[in-house]
């Protein structure tokens, strides 16, 4: 093709581009309204179906459809606006203030390539500006949120030192453990080594690394130090060693930050076998170790399964108050407490499990529900299922690990399993693994780091105080050190490293677990007696 008719084609395009948006300005030849915030846009079934997976799901539904309402949470008028400049233009000028609304929106509808134009900018303002304005509260929240999944983009691994200061400093960098943490600004340094390694030494200043345990300094921190030229970076070691072992010199290690991060995180405690009691939403504050009530909710269902996200809370299946196995799906605004009742799932299941990855709801197994297992979406109100579990279980448990699900254990009604499985979201597959030590159901599993601990439960005739390791990258158990107590129907949850388990069907006791120590002691109590209750993380 020659230049001349190129340059024709590309302007018979723009043309047709430049009419489009006079269609969507003028309002003509509209055959469908989007309903978002209370207003009224008129826009055209072909550029919505052709934009996005979930325009073409709701036309293909129904092609006669005149107008559609948008889930509007947190939305900002401004950002539908720049959407359909989007839509219509297929180019969009936006500011940094700007990008995390529109990207919100985006994930909303499911606009790919928009996601892309903001990923795009964004990772062009993080290498280009030395420090992102202090107007980015929301870009900088989406980072330190979603540090874990960022580390190995080019987004992150191309942010200047300032903006790796900026996160690394914070109190609300979201990561497992410390250790993680310094995993993470490795891979920053080890990105551009030769230019970067002169920073090894101010970076490492933001590292809490008494929170690390001696032999990951000793390992991973020192190993990194010896590739540097500067002897630097060893005096930061040596002082977080002396802190582990010299606690009456803490006072004068002035670089040593041994302050927790993620100091605004509670746990939520919901639920249970009584009915009494599952309604009623106490909080659990890890940093002061201290209790609150958070709400009484109309919540009377029993044996419920649950997730975070978007601050809401879903509820899923349980028993109803007449003790029936119900289907029924509730969601609770953390914010406001307002209660809402969802598109019920397909199947009735009590004593299930449910995992969100990457906003993608999982409901698994349960009473009633054999070994299936559902997704819903939460932006289209809907489920459907996935392929089913390898074997049927409930009071079974489950947790998320690099974007699978591992699911532990459980009753099928006639004895316990030690049975292990992982499902892969990608790739809607099941796949059996090394079966755990001992056979027991209404356990707890908990990730930390890269390992995942199986703690307490019931064997059929004795309650359980054991504590099994699993390393899903070799496929293998370790026994660890006993719980202080021996119960069933328990929670535990990770934050900053250790493992905090509450009481379950005999007991209130909180325990708190140190796996660089492999060490257990009793911090507390439940002000509830619960069990098979519900505990998250927000």
């Known amino acids: 093709m020659s230049d001349n008719n190129h340059q024709k084609q590309m302007q018979y395009g723009f043309s047709h581009m430049q009419w489009m948006q006079n269609f969507y300005t003028q309002g003509m030849f509209s055959d469908i309204d989007l309903i978002i915030l209370k207003k009224r846009y008129h826009t055209h079934k072909s550029i919505l179906y ?14 006669d459809i005149r107008e559609l309402k948008i889930c509007d949470d ?15 233009k297929g180019t969009l000028e936006m500011t940094i203030e700007q990008v995390a609304n529109i990207l919100k929106l985006a994930e909303i509808l499911q606009l790919d390539d928009l996601k892309k134009n903001c990923y795009s900018f964004l990772k062009t303002e993080c290498r280009d500006n ?10 900088d929240k989406y980072l330190l949120y979603n540090f874990s999944k960022i580390t190995s983009h080019e987004k992150y691994l191309n942010l200047s030192v300032e903006n790796v200061k900026q996160m690394l400093s914070s109190d609300d960098l979201q990561e497992s453990s410390e250790a993680q943490v310094f995993k993470g600004l490795s891979k920053w340094n080890k990105y551009d080594w030769n230019n970067r390694k002169k920073d090894l030494y101010s970076l490492m200043k933001y590292i809490r690394l008494p929170l690390c345990d001696v032999s990951f300094l000793l390992e991973e921190v020192r190993s990194l130090c010896c590739e540097s030229d500067s002897e630097s970076p060893f005096s930061i070691v040596l002082d977080a060693l002396r802190w582990h072992q010299m606690p009456e010199k803490r006072s004068s290690l002035s670089l040593m930050n041994a302050k927790c991060r993620n100091i605004h995180k509670k746990v939520l405690i919901f639920g249970g ?17 201290s209790w609150s009530e958070l709400s009484h909710t109309a919540i009377k269902i029993t044996q419920f399964s649950s997730v975070i996200l978007k601050k809401k809370i879903f509820i899923f299946g349980g028993r109803d108050t007449n003790g029936n196995v119900t289907n029924e799906v509730y969601s609770i605004r953390l914010l406001t407490r307002k209660l809402n009742k969802l598109e019920a799932m397909k199947c009735k299941r009590s004593a299930s499990t449910a995992a969100v990855v990457s906003d993608r709801i999982f409901v698994i197994g349960g009473f009633g529900a054999s070994n299936s297992v559902e997704e819903y979406d939460y932006v289209k109100n809907s ?6 579990m390898n074997d049927s279980r409930y009071n079974h448990t489950s947790v998320v690990y690099k974007e699978d699900i591992y699911v532990f254990g459980g009753y099928t009604g006639s004895s316990r399993l030690n049975s292990v499985e992982t499902f892969s979201t990608k790739t809607n597959r099941w796949k059996t693994l090394r079966p755990m030590k001992t056979a027991t159901s209404s356990l707890s599993a908990v990730v930390v780091d890269d390992y995942i601990y199986c703690v307490g439960g019931r064997d059929g005739s004795s309650y359980l105080s054991n ?7 070799s496929d293998t158990w370790t026994s660890m050190s006993d719980s202080l107590v021996k119960d069933f129907g328990l929670k535990a949850v990770c934050f900053n490293g250790k493992i905090i388990c509450f009481g379950g069907e005999n007991s209130r006791a909180v325990q708190e677990y140190d796996p660089a120590y492999d060490q257990w002691k009793i911090i507390g109590a439940m002000p509830k007696h619960r069990s098979h209750y519900n505990a998250l993380i927000f």
């Not at 052709?50 to 092609?63: E, G, H, T, V």
């Not at 900002?76 to 839509?87: A, G, T, Y």
């Not at 030395?130 to 870009?139: A, G, M, P």
């Open 74 to 88: 947190g939305i900002r008028k401004e950002s539908v606006d720049k959407v359909f400049e989007f839509l219509y």
């Open 273 to 289: 076998s009584h009915r009494d009691i599952s309604g009623i939403i106490d909080i659990y504050n890890p940093i002061t170790n």
């Open 383 to 388: 489920w459907k299922k996935v392929a089913p």
């Open 50 to 63: 052709s934009a996005s997976p979930y325009f073409r799901a709701k036309l293909d539904q129904n092609m």
């Open 130 to 139: 030395q420090r992102v304005s202090q107007k980015t509260e929301d870009i």
């Open 467 to 473: 504590v099994e390791r699993y390393d899903p990258l």
